[in-house]
């Protein structure tokens, strides 16, 4: 009788961090590891020394970051950066206290957000443009290139140059779009779907639609390759990696990683590598190689501790998670 082998430990490699509350986002600045948490706080760890500063006068709902500072929106209306030392710093507050749950940030500093059915952007300068949209902004994300934002609502996903007068270009595809996230070769837009699904664009000269169904959960959790070959997604029992290849996957299977009997909640791949870290609802924690689908076990499963959050360094060396219950954890990789 055939068996499926265990994973190979790494959790010996895995240094525990106390966060405290649920772990809404997580980013590296340089050699501190900021955690984003639901409680309004940011705390900063740095190899092994921890301090929290309050960024939220509440909850805390969304964060990116950028390697300098990480950005968080709350439900006080207040858009903060909050950088590796230092006290917090408002960047925007909503006039009416609106809650602010999607912020983005581009490779030239600026800044997005949304409040109500509006999205406003502050470019590098500090010049701030709105729009107001039909329905409610979702995801926000933007391009790799150029001052523009992809934002996905109700029926479709707008692209939007905030630096000019002209209407946001409208994607529409029926249904509610959730998520955001594009190519760094600029040629794909795709949304997660309240409807179990992704739906793809691909821009250009001949533009196409690309559905991507069979999710038993909601794909809430999006991640590029390195190469920009592989897209990878979380709701099902397995990280579900579509490939891009060409024209993108229409037509083509994606490849199924880390199937378990729980469901994936998170997705990063390494900043380098073709190597994917898959986080799971029972808490789990594995890190799969692509090219021959080997798994390494960074964290057990621990009931009732499903992972929220991943953060790879910049060089791809170390590993951050954080979870609902607080619990968090730093892996380092072994040499070799």
């Known amino acids: 009788m055939n068996t499926i082998p265990k994973p190979v430990s790494l959790r010996e490699h895995v240094v525990p961090v106390e966060a405290g509350e649920h772990v809404v986002g997580a980013q590296w600045l340089k050699q501190t590891l900021a955690l984003a948490l639901s409680d309004g706080r940011v705390l900063r760890w740095t190899d092994g020394q ?59 500093g600026s800044i997005a957000w949304n409040t109500g059915k509006s999205v406003h952007a502050r470019d590098d300068k500090g010049k701030v443009k ?6 409610t ?30 209407a946001p270009e409208f994607l529409e595809w029926k249904g509610s779009h959730l998520d955001v996230v594009w190519s760094q070769d600029g040629r794909f837009v795709v949304s997660s779907m309240q409807e179990n699904a992704l739906h793809g664009w691909r821009l250009g000269d001949k533009p ?12 809430r959790s999006l991640s590029w390759s390195h190469d920009g070959l592989w897209l990878a997604s979380s709701g099902a029992d397995a990280a579900i990696v579509w490939p891009f ?17 729980a469901k994936v909640t ?71």
């Not at 196409?208 to 794909?219: E, W």
Request: proline content about 7%; overall charge neutral; aromatic content about 6%.
């Open 50 to 108: 921890i301090d929290s500063v309050e960024a939220h006068r509440g909850g805390l709902l969304c964060a990116t970051g950028d390697g300098e500072r990480l950005v968080s929106g709350g439900d006080d209306g207040r858009v903060v950066a909050t950088s590796a030392a230092g006290e917090p710093v408002e960047v925007a507050v909503d006039p009416k206290r609106r809650w602010i749950d999607a912020v983005a940030l581009s490779a030239s």
């Open 130 to 135: 709105s729009f107001d949209f039909a329905t």
């Open 137 to 166: 902004p979702q995801g926000l994300v933007f391009a790799p290139k150029g001052y523009r934002l992809a934002i996905g609502q109700m029926n479709g996903v707008s692209l939007w140059y905030p630096n000019t007068e002209a």
């Open 208 to 219: 196409s639609h690309m559905r991507m169904t069979g999710y038993p959960a909601k794909p």
């Open 245 to 261: 290849q060409g024209d993108g996957p229409q037509g083509k299977a994606p490849r199924e990683c880390g199937a378990r009997h």
């Open 266 to 336: 998170r997705v990063a791949f390494h900043p380098k590598a073709l190597v994917l870290a898959v986080g799971y609802d029972d808490g789990c924690v594995l890190m799969i190689r692509l090219t021959d689908a080997s798994e390494l076990l960074v964290r057990p499963p621990l009931r009732g501790s499903g992972i929220t959050a991943f953060a790879w360094d910049k060089g791809g060396k170390r590993l951050a998670f954080g979870a609902e219950d607080g619990a968090a954890g730093v892996l380092t990789l072994p040499a070799g």
